[in-house]
């Protein structure tokens, strides 16, 4: 049975008796123990590498599928954006003779004069590549990066009440 010691009263553990160096047992338990760590290394190996290429396989996949999700939303807003464009375009191509009769002729032709730039941007909107464009968008922030910021946080916020209304809706 265990000693105890007075001041803790835990149990001491007994000595067990270790195998000699010299044993002839010694040598192949160590031999057997190396070799199953060996075989373990190697399946446990075997098993990562398996999960990291199913991993990424899905990784690859779950990414084409995105891209190909935005692509189709970004040429959805560029064909919103270009129908826009001509919608407003238009309107205020129609109202030109409004703007004659009540502000005078001048602001008549400029809103025609505006109306036709309007339809034209929208035309080269919806003609543009996806390359084209985002081309067209890294040459305006390099040249404008102050109002490139002002349109993000602008849009960040609009973005921002938009959602904030659709969570009070439901």
């Known amino acids: 049975?265990?000693?105890?010691?007075?001041?803790?009263?835990?149990?001491?553990?007994?000595?067990?008796?270790?195998?000699?160096a010299d044993s002839?047992?010694?040598?192949?338990?160590f031999a057997r123990a190396v070799e199953d760590a060996t075989g373990f290394t190697a399946s446990a190996r075997e098993k990562v590498g398996a999960t990291a290429t199913e991993w990424g396989e899905?990784?690859?996949?779950?990414?084409?599928q995105a891209k190909d999700k935005g692509l189709e939303l970004v040429r959805q807003g560029q064909s919103?954006?270009?129908?826009?464009i001509a919608v407003v375009g238009r309107t205020l191509g129609d109202t030109a003779p409004t703007i004659d009769e009540k502000l005078g002729v001048?602001?008549?032709?400029?809103?025609?004069?505006?109306?036709?730039?309007?339809?034209?941007?929208?035309?080269?909107?919806?003609?543009?590549?996806?390359?084209e464009i985002g081309g067209d968008v890294k040459d305006f922030v390099r040249q404008n990066?102050?109002?490139?910021?002002?349109?993000?946080?602008?849009?960040?916020y609009a973005l921002a009440r938009m959602v904030r209304g659709s969570d009070r809706e439901a």
């Open 80 to 84: 919103m954006t270009s129908g826009a």
């Open 145 to 156: 990066p102050m109002v490139a910021v002002g349109i993000a946080a602008v849009a960040g």
């Open 1 to 20: 049975m265990a000693e105890t010691t007075p001041e803790q009263d835990v149990p001491l553990a007994e000595p067990t008796a270790l195998p000699l």
């Open 58 to 64: 899905a990784a690859g996949l779950v990414a084409g």
């Open 106 to 131: 001048q602001y008549g032709d400029f809103a025609r004069t505006a109306a036709q730039a309007l339809q034209t941007t929208a035309e080269k909107i919806e003609a543009k590549d996806l390359t």
């Open 24 to 29: 002839d047992e010694s040598p192949s338990r």
